[in-house]
């Protein structure tokens, strides 16, 4: 449940067989048993330390009765972030932590998911053109400081109910984990609205593309194109100053822009 298959950066390093080595993606079939106490089959674990080994899934889970604590690291890609109204588009998101707080509440149906609250954090926060992200800083203990030598920042979230709909009622906790590790990436790309604004933050940061998350999308649509590489085009973006010497790095023209926003006209939020 807790790693996908081929989620270790060393493909040579030694295996240990326990329950660390496949702790998000792999569902493991078990007898159906009920418990008064769903808590009492609940594997607590912190692997924050190996994390630069593991390319995604829970490094740390624990718990106070219904109260559960996590951070689950995801790997970096291009996904198809949703308007608010209508159309999508692809975009690239670098690699990312998410700390989660909520209660399982046990009920006749099973066990109901209530967010408490959620955390994002990322060598790259101010360029993260997430919707539902807090402008400015948070902290969270549970995520680490740092990893590969860069500082983790973090950012709080507006969550709603989105994750508790996402995630639904369970019939144990392990189906409540499995769920909620496939929520994510549905929670941070769709069902956004105009409540926040695009991350302004230090120096380049998401809103100095655009003020609004649709152009701002569109804008690193090209640059996904210019870079495919997503760790590299964060990286790199992070090294400069300005929007403008971003384009000019990748050879991107507002011409390109304007061609690209007719072709997603679709695209509405």
């Not at 604590?69 to 790997?75: A, C, L, Q, S």
């Not at 956004?192 to 655009?210: E, P, R």
């Not at 003020?211 to 996904?224: I, M, Q």
Request: overall charge negative.
């Amino acid at each position: 449940m807790f790693y996908t298959n081929n989620t270790i950066h060393h493909p040579d390093s030694p295996r240990h067989q326990d329950m660390l080595s496949w702790l998000s993606g792999k569902v493991i079939r078990m007898r159906n048993q009920h418990s008064a106490d769903a808590n009492s089959i609940f594997p607590q674990f912190d692997i924050r330390h190996m994390e630069e080994q593991i390319q995604q899934g829970f490094l740390y889970a624990d718990r106070d009765r219904d109260l559960y604590e996590i951070v689950f690291k995801h790997e970096g890609g291009i996904y198809t972030q949703h308007g608010f109204k209508s159309g999508s588009i692809d975009i690239p998101i670098p690699e990312f932590y998410l700390y989660v707080r909520f209660h399982l509440i046990s009920g006749s149906n099973g066990l109901t998911f209530d967010t408490e609250k959620v955390v994002i954090g990322s060598r790259y926060r101010n360029l993260l053109p997430l919707s539902n992200i807090h402008s400015g800083d948070s902290y969270d203990h549970r995520i680490m400081g740092q990893s590969q030598g860069q500082s983790i920042d973090c950012a709080s979230m507006c969550f709603g109910d989105a994750l508790d709909e996402l995630v639904g009622t369970c019939p144990d906790v392990e189906m409540a984990f499995h769920r909620l590790a496939n929520s994510i990436l549905p929670f941070l790309l769709t069902g956004g609205n105009n409540d926040l604004s695009v991350y302004d933050g230090y120096g380049l940061s998401a809103s100095s593309f655009s003020d609004t998350f649709r152009s701002c999308w569109l804008w690193y649509h090209l640059l996904a194109q210019a870079e495919p590489d997503v760790e590299t085009l964060y990286a790199t973006m992070q090294q400069i100053d300005r929007k403008s010497e971003v384009l000019d790095h990748y050879d991107i023209t507002y011409d390109d822009f304007s061609v690209l926003s007719d072709a997603y006209e679709d695209l509405v939020n």
